[in-house]
């Protein structure tokens, strides 16, 4: 069983900058494709940004040019640099990963301010 935590989330203005962070307790990110996802109040759970065992990233187009994925092998973390925030992208965020995409974050608030 292998556990995700992730950090990094808070309350911003508009055009602010986050960095969101998923820490896993098992290798599973070098291994299997890992996403972001966001659910906001009333909204389905979206998908925000894959990056697969090579590194190939791929966003949603509400976020592309301004969030980057990224992750560590070496700390087994997952990271999401959210800039230019805007009010719509206030949601819970969460990590996801392993074989068959199995594992979910408890989730971390990012509230965007106007």
């Known amino acids: 069983q292998v556990q995700l935590s992730e950090s990094g989330g808070g309350l911003v203005q508009a055009g602010g900058s986050l960095r969101l962070s998923c820490v896993a307790s098992?290798?599973?990110?070098?291994?299997?494709?890992s996403a972001w996802y966001r659910q906001a109040p009333g909204k389905q759970r979206e998908l925000v940004a894959v990056i697969t065992p090579g590194s190939v990233t791929s966003y949603a187009d509400s976020v592309k040019g301004r969030f980057t994925i990224s992750r560590d092998n070496v700390k087994n973390t997952m990271y999401l640099q959210m800039t230019s925030l805007k009010p719509e992208d206030t949601a819970v965020y969460f990590c996801?990963?392993?074989?068959?995409?199995?594992?979910w974050g408890q989730g971390t608030q990012v509230t965007v301010s106007s």
């Open positions: 098992g290798r599973i990110f070098r291994l299997y494709a």
């Open positions: 996801n990963g392993g074989r068959g995409n199995v594992y």
